[in-house]
Nanobody, 123 residues
């Protein structure tokens, strides 16, 4: 079992940056692909980024490609989401999720979820 805790959210001006962290517990963290998702009020949860078990493969939603970067440090059991050039439409609650071995852009593929961290972007 994996427990996930997100941190790093907050209030930022449009054009600014934030780095989210997803800290995991459990000895098998390096065997889990990690996905980042976000959900704004009244909207469905949407895919943001995913990273493979080794960190060698990443994928991004079109809306964040070139602005967001996902990375992981398996020695620290942590995955990061660096968010640059933030826009008003990036405001949402951001969640990380773990899936055994395989990356996926679909929330249903993920077995474990954190509680999320709120990102607010002021224009």
């Amino acid at each position: 079992q994996v427990q996930l805790v997100e941190s790093g959210g907050g209030l930022v001006q449009a054009g600014g940056s934030l780095r989210l962290s997803c800290a995991a517990s459990g000895p098998t963290f390096s065997s889990y692909a990690i996905g980042w998702f976000r959900q704004a009020p009244g909207k469905e949860r949407e895919f943001v980024a995913t990273i493979s078990t080794s960190g060698g493969t990443t994928d991004y939603a079109h809306s964040v490609k070139g602005r967001f970067t996902v990375s992981r440090d398996n020695a620290k059991n942590t995955v990061y989401l660096q968010m640059n050039s933030l826009k008003a439409e990036d405001a949402a609650r951001y969640y990380c999720a773990a899936n055994w071995q395989n990356t996926s852009p679909w929330p249903i593929s993920y077995d474990y979820w954190g509680q999320g961290t709120q990102v607010t972007v002021s224009s």
